[in-house]
């Protein structure tokens, strides 16, 4: 038992008016009881029957004594002895119980004629507030025993009951009188008037309601009581049952439920404003009498002729569209070829010009190798697409060319497994792991082997193949892997990973029928069922995949799936699992609404029309009805019972076979958002169920995880992916992104390491300089941080100006002048700020903010070449030096802007930067550095093959063949040779050392030299990748390199963040606004947002909605 004291005990309180001359603890039975306890965070418990509460033991001997009080409530007639007591969330602390007593009076019983042996039954009523197995602990239901509500009788004809007034009540009812002349609605009585529908039985009056038993009454949240009973038995408007027949004349009794209204109903009522009465006709005519008259208004003059602006220009004929990410570009550059194709081909333009077209309808781009098809289907105006049945058409078979004999490569797998287009339905979906263009089975084989061999494991290898790659592409490699190495893949998995990240492996490398028979088994086997994992893939898997399943599960276990479950479970769970076993539920897409309407009668009679439940009715329908069938039956069960199915098994069903149900009929409704469902509980809480998660992502990431992240974003309000990387972390946490998030693999998977030697032994010299051309061409850049319209600098200085000025500091103010006005806008707003108050905007900032917000707003007033010359000095002066800074700016920067920032060092600390350098650094790290300020690379695009081999072979002999390294002749070509030069040289040293120059340099060098020659590489390969990794490495592990983070954000705001961003959602799966949110906080955060082009996320809450809510 947690310790006790050192929470504040509960008050016990009953809400109403004090009475003078009346005991506090004297209530009657309309009173609201509230419990409240000073100490936040708290759960409260009570019980009404005197005993001790017991949070950690609710239910004795089956019945419920101990209630988790969550609403206000009533007691029943009676000395009442109220005990309560508080316990904090996490259980370790509870008060001092809290006793109270209350003389509870009567108000408006029914007097029952107590001769009568006919009256309604008086057992116990066990817990108004039983918690259903499948809800949360904060759920309360109000429901009455099964057992007392099934085998209560009907009552003899007798008189409407007598009430008696509440003295409570009396001063609220007298002022109610002269305001209504109608009394508010009874909580749960029928609105309308009986009398006048005049159906009886003929021969009794229909029987009275039950009168509510047990030590309290529920309430709903308003104050009003709920009616947890229904309507009165037999009094249905306009006839009433007897034996079968239906009588028509003779009026029905009012029913004779007091007006219930409660505490707040009644204070509304009564506080009710008049003036806020409906407006009648009158009132309108009234008000537009007094309205004065419109005042005349000259004649307007005629509108001048609107000029219509010049016919938009052609754009220009370009021999090569700008590609990089420019659709726009791209589609002009393809509008532009079509004109001038019409132009020269007179059929064409003919076709083109005569019919009237409407919207796109359809369009696609395809990559044809040697050309790229694009296919538009435009709208006919008029005719609805698809309403035209086409007959099919009927094409031969092109002859192909002979080819010639291929060198060992095998057929291309199918895009997907046949196991994943057995579903039920055919339902339009789409997976995130997609078949990948360039597969090469042996290629991939050996990455993945040269991943696992030698010391340590590259796991980004592994995740980057296995998770970009489709299943029959998996099984290929798997193949191939074995052919080659002679060693199975999954067992050199096992000896080199470990923990979920191997299980997700696993799964990945083995095919779905496979994957499925593998989880059924490991459920089944040893001590103990996981009734769950047989309930997930039994319940929610086709016909045709569970014959699949069974084969399999023989071929693999040789043993018989079906006698497996019934060894390992019992009860009507095992009779619905051997049903579903059988692979026999029907697979008609027709609906028989009559069907629909049996099946419907048939369930509500053998659950809530029937004493106890008749589980196998329920068995027979869900398991053997169609999906379409199957929801036309929900949808008549609703009609006739007012119950959702689910809500109908919770109350009839509970444990595995519960379970069980509600999978087959959220997977009816809709089988994404049960996905979805099942996806959110495994993350809810703490602690990840992890085995479930795996299981899910890997069994639907190729089937409908599109359409399941559609679903739980609903349902949570937040993305699967937030959830996932809030969650669980590493390896694991990779490759479950990489499948969820889905796309094409990372840039960097070909761009360097053991991938990148692969694919350049295995292409041409043609290819490579193909290649070479490609990537030095100019990069369209794409800044988050543009001109601001209507700009004006006076005005924005006057806001900086009254955002500091006086007591505190409007820093919202500042970010919505500095975060969304270009570099040139707001140098010109540091001009005009000191021409109009004779002051430094910098130093105002800088006495006004602190932090990291500091940091960025100086940074943002200073032009590029101050920031970095800035940035430079701060690295340098005082003790020691900051050489990641300076390996950060001079080696990513070019020939133009080196030159710019050590012009600015000059001018602002009087001092030569290259002095600086030298004298702060030593060794072959200061000559790289000397080597980069002079300021002379070859900046051309042209290349040269010979002298690319050339350099491999001087850079080979200088590290990998050499004892030692001469580090100098590494300096010499990463200095001075062009990107394009370096791109070449690096592809020759792939092929001749059969080594990547990033392992080399690994290899061979060490400290700030290392570092430094690693980014001008990183730089050459992809710019905005290398500054991804620089952020990530700033907000890595625990705290965050403020100033790294400001130093990249405020110089590639204007040049390629919309680049950097989604090269850093390639590489670590999340993106950069995420990461920014998890790491910092307030004015600092919606800085580096607006910065990086995006909004601040509002906070989301983790709240159940949609389907299943």
């Known amino acids: 038992m947690p310790s006790a004291g ?172 002269t305001s209504q002349t109608k009394g508010p609605k009874e909580a749960w009585a029928s609105s309308q008037n009986y009398d006048e529908l005049g159906a009886e039985d003929g021969h009794h009056s229909p029987p009275q309601p039950p009168v509510p038993e047990g030590p309290f009454n529920p309430t709903n949240y308003s104050g009003t009581q709920i009616n947890v009973w229904g309507a009165p038995p037999g009094s249905w408007p306009g006839m009433n049952a007897n034996n079968g027949a239906v009588t028509f004349g003779v009026p029905v009794p009012n029913n004779p439920y007091p007006t219930q209204t409660g505490f707040l109903t009644e204070n509304m009522i009564t506080n009710c404003n008049p003036e806020n009465r409906h407006v009648t006709v009158g009132d309108l005519r009234q008000m537009m009498n007094k309205r004065p008259k419109a005042i005349e208004e000259p004649p307007k003059e005629p509108p001048k002729a609107i000029e219509l602006p010049p016919p938009p220009k052609e754009p220009e004929l370009q021999a090569v569209s700008p590609g990089n990410g420019d659709f726009k570009g791209n589609i002009r550059h393809i509008y532009a070829h079509m004109l001038e194709y019409a132009k020269n081909t007179k059929e064409f333009r003919l076709r083109v010009a005569e019919p009237k077209i409407g919207r796109m309808h359809e369009a696609k781009f395809e990559d044809e190798g040697d050309g790229y098809r694009i296919t538009l289907v435009m709208g006919k105006p008029g005719v609805p697409r698809g309403s035209l049945r086409k007959p099919p058409k009927v094409e031969t078979a092109p002859k192909k060319p002979p080819t010639a004999p291929s060198s060992g490569k095998k057929k291309t797998p199918p895009k997907s497994d046949p196991y994943f287009a057995m579903e039920t339905e055919d339902l339009p979906v789409e997976g995130t792991v997609k078949p990948y263009d360039k597969f090469n089975a042996e290629q991939d084989a050996e ?152 099946d419907a009668k048939a369930l509500l009679d053998a659950g809530e029309g029937k004493w106890g439940t008749d589980e196998s009715r329920f068995n027979v329908i869900l398991a053997s009805r169609s999906y379409p069938q199957l929801r036309a039956t929900f949808e008549e ?159 924005d200085a006057e806001a900086l100006r009254k955002a500091m000025k006086g007591f505190g500091t409007d820093e919202q103010a500042i970010i919505d002048i500095l975060g969304y006005r270009s570099n040139a806008q707001r140098l010109e707003i540091v001009k005009i700020y000191k021409t109009m108050f004779g002051k430094d905007l910098i130093k105002d900032l800088e006495g006004e903010l602190s932090g990291g917000l500091k940091v960025l707003c100086r940074g943002l007033c200073m032009s590029p070449e101050d920031f970095d010359a800035m940035c430079l000095n701060k690295a340098i002066k005082g003790l020691g030096t900051d050489e990641q800074v300076l390996v950060e700016v001079i080696c990513t920067r070019t020939n133009e802007q080196i030159k710019k920032f050590k012009e600015a060092y000059k001018r602002l600390y009087s001092n030569e930067l290259e002095e600086d350098v030298a004298g702060d650094t030593s060794g072959h790290f200061k000559r790289l550095l000397i080597g980069l300020l002079q300021a002379n690379r070859d900046e051309s695009k042209e290349f040269d093959r010979n002298k690319a081999k050339q350099d491999a072979q001087a850079i080979y002999e200088a590290g990998e063949k050499k004892w030692g390294t001469d580090e100098s002749r590494f300096n010499v070509l990463l200095v001075s040779r062009s990107y394009a030069q370096l791109r070449a040289t690096f592809q020759e040293y792939a092929k001749l050392a059969n080594k990547d120059i990033e392992d080399t340099l690994k290899s061979e060098m060490s400290g700030d030299l290392l570092q430094g020659m690693l980014a001008i590489v990183r730089c050459i390969r992809g710019k905005a990748s290398h500054f991804a990794k620089e952020l990530y490495k700033s907000m890595k592990g625990l705290g965050t390199d403020d100033d790294r983070l400001c130093r990249v954000i405020v110089s590639r705001c204007e040049v390629d963040m919309v680049q950097i961003k989604e090269e850093f959602q390639k590489q670590y799966k999340q993106t950069l606004a995420m990461f920014i ?19 601040v996320p509002k906070a989301a809450k983790k709240e159940k909605k949609g389907w299943f809510s």
């Open 1077 to 1095: 949110a998890d790491d910092i906080s307030g004015d600092y955060k919606n800085l580096c947002f607006a910065l990086i082009g995006e909004s």
């Open 637 to 795: 069960y609703e009609k006739i019972s007012k119950k959702k199915m689910e809500e109908a098994l919770k109350s009839e069903m509970s444990g595995d076979l519960l379970r069980g149900m509600l999978t087959i009929v959220r997977c009816v409704r809709h089988k994404a958002a049960h996905f979805a469902y099942q996806l959110q509980k495994t993350m809810k809480g703490m602690g990840t169920d992890d085995d479930t998660l795996v299981r899910v992502v890997v069994s639907r990431c190729e089937i409908d995880m599109v359409q399941i992240k559609e679903e739980f974003q609903k349902m949570t309000g937040q993305t699967l992916e937030q959830y996932i990387a809030d969650d669980i972390s590493g390896d694991y946490r990779n490759v479950i992104l990489a499948l969820v998030v889905g796309g094409p693999p990372p840039n960097t998977a070909a761009k360097s390491g053991k991938g990148f030697v692969e694919a350049v032994k295995n292409k041409t010299e043609e290819e490579l300089d193909e290649e070479v051309r490609m990537e030095s061409e100019a990069v369209q850049e794409d800044p988050t941080i543009k001109p601001a319209e209507n700009f004006n600098a006076e005005s």
């Open 6 to 177: 050192a929470v504040c005990p509960p008050l016990i309180v009953a809400v109403r008016r004090q009475i003078p001359g009346l005991a506090t603890n004297k209530i009657d039975t309309t009173t609201l009881i509230e419990i409240t306890t000073e100490t936040p965070d708290c759960k409260l418990y009570f019980t009404s029957d005197g005993s001790k509460p017991t949070p950690f033991q609710r239910k004795i001997g089956g019945r419920e004594v101990t209630f988790k009080y969550t609403a206000p409530f009533t007691l029943k007639a009676g000395k009442r002895t109220l005990k309560a007591v508080a316990v904090t969330r996490d259980g370790v602390r509870e008060s001092d119980v809290m006793t109270k007593q209350f003389m509870v009076d009567e108000v408006g019983r029914p007097n029952l004629n107590e001769s009568s042996t006919e009256g309604y039954s008086t057992e116990d009523y066990s817990s108004f507030f039983e918690t259903s197995d499948m809800d949360t602990d904060t759920t309360l239901r109000s429901s009455s025993s099964a057992s007392t509500l099934k085998n209560r009788r009907k009552p003899k004809k007798s008189k409407s009951p007598s009430r008696a007034k509440s003295p409570l009540r009396s001063s609220l009812r007298s002022s109610l009188r």
């Open 447 to 598: 990455v993945l082997r040269g991943a696992m061999k030698g010391l340590g494991t590259d796991e980004d290898a592994i995740t980057n193949i296995l998770a970009y790659r489709s299943n029959p592409q998996r099984q290929e490699i798997r193949t191939a892997f074995k052919t080659m190495f002679g060693k199975d893949l999954i067992e050199e998995l096992k000896s080199e990973l470990s923990g979920h990240y191997l299980d997700a492996c696993k799964g990945l490398l083995m095919a779905p029928a496979e994957f499925d028979a593998y989880q059924l088994r490991k459920a089944i086997k040893g001590l103990g069922t996981d009734e769950d994992v047989l309930i997930e893939i039994l319940c929610t898997r086709s016909n045709a995949q569970i014959k699949e399943i069974i084969k399999t599960y023989k071929k693999l276990f040789n043993k018989d799936l079906e006698k497996d479950i019934i060894g390992d479970t019992s009860g009507h769970l095992k009779r619905l699992l051997v049903s579903l076993v059988q692979a026999n539920r029907a697979d008609s897409k027709e609906v028989d609404r009559n069907k629909a309407k049996q």
